[in-house]
C-alpha cells in the first residue's frame, strides 16, 4: 500500500480557515483532485481522487507528527508572535531563506501560502488578524500584523526573508526599502486585465489600475531581481487540469485557475533571473511537465 499521511481528527477543530471562507468553502474550493507529480505529498493506493486543498489540510491536521517527520519549526507561542531575542541578530548573521507572501489572508494569499507549506518552505506572511492566520496554518506560518509603512516593523518583516510573493496589488507602493531581498515576485494580472477593460468597467477599476502600475513601477526601479507574473483574468475554476499558454498579449483576453497562479508564483521562487523576468500566462493547451525548465526557457526569451 502506497503512504498516506495521517490525519488527526482531533486537530481539525482547531483548522479555522480565514474570514472569507467557511470550512465547508475551504475543502470545496478544487472539486478536482491534481496529479502525485503536482504535490507529491499525498500517495494512495485507491482509485479514488483527493482534491488538491484536501491534501493540504491532511498535511497540516498531522499536528507534531508531521512537525517532527517533515522539518516543521516548533511550536510558536499562542499569540503567535517570535521570541523577543530574535530581534537582537544582527543581519549579518541572519540566515536568508524564508519566503514572505504579502496580503497573506486574502483568498490569493491563502492558496500561495498552502502551496509554499507543501514545498516545505519556510513562510512568513503579512497578515491583518494573526489569530486567524495561527488557527488556519498552525505553526508552519510565522504570521505579522502590523504598518508595512513603518520602517521597525518592516525591517522585522523582512529578517530572514529571501524572496516577497505580492500575490495582490498595494504592497510595494506603500513601502520603503527591501534590503536583503534577493527576489520579489509580483502576480500581476491586475494590470493585464485592467488594460484591457473599457467603458463602466474601467472606471470602477481605475484606483487598481493605478495601484498595479505604482507596484510595477516601483519594483522595476528597485534594482532588486523580480518576476512579473502577468496573468489572465483569475477564476474560482479547479487548477492541474488544464495546460497553459504564454504568448505575448493573451494575458488581456485569457483567464487562469487561480489555484494555477498561484502554483507558478510558488515555482517562480527558485527561478531567480539576473535582473528581471516578466511573462504572460494563461489556461490553455500547452502542458508543464518540468517547471523549472519551463521558467528558464521563457526568461531566457524574455
Same mark, same amino acid.
Given at each position: 500500500?502506497?503512504?498516506?499521511?495521517?490525519?488527526?481528527?482531533?486537530?481539525?477543530s482547531?483548522?479555522?480557515?480565514?474570514?472569507?471562507?467557511?470550512?465547508?468553502?475551504?475543502?470545496?474550493?478544487?472539486s478536482?483532485?491534481?496529479?502525485?507529480?503536482?504535490?507529491?505529498?499525498?500517495?494512495?493506493a485507491?482509485?479514488?481522487?483527493?482534491?488538491?486543498?484536501?491534501?493540504?489540510?491532511?498535511? &497540516?491536521?498531522?499536528?507534531?507528527? *508531521?512537525?517532527?517527520?517533515? /522539518? !516543521?519549526?516548533?511550536?510558536?507561542?499562542?499569540?503567535? +508572535?517570535? #521570541?523577543?531575542?530574535?530581534?537582537?541578530?544582527?543581519?549579518?548573521?541572519?540566515?536568508?531563506?524564508?519566503?514572505?507572501?504579502?496580503?497573506?489572508?486574502?483568498?490569493?494569499?491563502?492558496?500561495?501560502?498552502?502551496?509554499?507549506?507543501?514545498?516545505?518552505?519556510?513562510?512568513?506572511?503579512?497578515?491583518?488578524?494573526?489569530?486567524?492566520?495561527?488557527?488556519?496554518?498552525?505553526?508552519?506560518?510565522?504570521?505579522?500584523?502590523?504598518?508595512?509603512?513603518?520602517?521597525?516593523?518592516?525591517?522585522?518583516?523582512?529578517?530572514?526573508?529571501?524572496?516577497?510573493?505580492?500575490?495582490?496589488?498595494?504592497?510595494?507602493?506603500?513601502?520603503?526599502?527591501?534590503?536583503?531581498?534577493?527576489?520579489? &515576485?509580483?502576480?500581476?494580472?491586475? *494590470?493585464?486585465?485592467?488594460? /484591457? !477593460?473599457?467603458?463602466?468597467?474601467?472606471?470602477?477599476? +481605475?484606483? #487598481?489600475?493605478?495601484?498595479?502600475?505604482?507596484d510595477?513601477?516601483?519594483?522595476?526601479?528597485?534594482?532588486?531581481?523580480?518576476?512579473i507574473?502577468?496573468?489572465?483574468?483569475?477564476?474560482?475554476?479547479?487548477?492541474?487540469?488544464?495546460?497553459?499558454?504564454?504568448?505575448?498579449?493573451?494575458a488581456?483576453?485569457?483567464?487562469?485557475?487561480?489555484?494555477?497562479?498561484?502554483?507558478?508564483?510558488?515555482?517562480?521562487?527558485?527561478?531567480?533571473?539576473?535582473?528581471?523576468?516578466?511573462?504572460?500566462?494563461?489556461?490553455?493547451?500547452?502542458?508543464?511537465?518540468?517547471?523549472?525548465?519551463?521558467?528558464n526557457?521563457?526568461?531566457?526569451?524574455?
Open positions: 500500500m502506497a503512504g498516506v499521511l495521517p490525519c488527526s481528527s482531533s486537530t481539525l482547531l483548522l479555522t480557515p480565514l474570514n472569507f471562507h467557511s470550512q465547508e468553502q475551504c475543502r470545496a474550493l478544487y478536482q483532485s491534481l496529479s502525485t507529480q503536482r504535490c507529491g505529498l499525498f500517495v494512495c485507491a482509485k479514488k481522487k483527493v482534491s488538491f486543498t484536501d491534501q493540504i489540510l491532511d498535511y &497540516i491536521e498531522g499536528g507534531p507528527k *508531521l512537525r517532527k517527520w517533515y /522539518g !516543521a519549526p516548533e511550536l510558536l507561542p499562542k499569540d503567535g +508572535s517570535v #521570541a523577543e531575542d530574535e530581534d537582537e541578530l544582527s543581519e549579518g548573521d541572519e540566515t536568508r531563506d524564508a519566503v514572505l507572501v504579502t496580503d497573506g489572508d486574502s483568498e490569493m494569499g491563502q492558496m500561495v501560502i498552502l502551496s509554499l507549506i507543501v514545498k516545505r518552505a519556510r513562510v512568513k506572511a503579512l497578515v491583518k488578524d494573526k489569530r486567524a492566520a495561527l488557527e488556519a496554518f498552525g505553526t508552519y506560518v510565522e504570521s505579522l500584523t502590523g504598518d508595512s509603512r513603518d520602517k521597525p516593523f518592516l525591517r522585522r518583516v523582512l529578517r530572514g526573508v529571501s524572496t516577497v510573493i505580492c500575490p495582490n496589488e498595494g504592497f510595494l507602493s506603500t513601502v520603503g526599502s527591501l534590503k536583503g531581498v534577493n527576489h520579489v &515576485i509580483l502576480l500581476s494580472q491586475q *494590470l493585464s486585465v485592467y488594460k /484591457g !477593460a473599457g467603458g463602466i468597467q474601467a472606471l470602477m477599476k +481605475s484606483n #487598481a489600475r493605478k495601484l498595479a502600475e505604482e510595477e513601477s516601483i519594483l522595476m526601479a528597485s534594482g532588486i531581481p523580480y518576476t507574473i502577468r496573468a489572465g483574468s483569475l477564476q474560482n475554476s479547479p487548477g492541474g487540469t488544464q495546460g497553459f499558454s504564454f504568448e505575448k498579449g493573451t488581456a483576453k485569457g483567464t487562469l485557475s487561480k489555484e494555477d497562479a498561484a502554483f507558478i508564483c510558488v515555482e517562480a521562487v527558485d527561478a531567480v533571473p539576473k535582473e528581471r523576468f516578466i511573462f504572460e500566462v494563461v489556461n490553455g493547451d500547452d502542458k508543464v511537465s518540468d517547471w523549472k525548465e519551463c521558467l526557457r521563457l526568461m531566457e526569451k524574455s
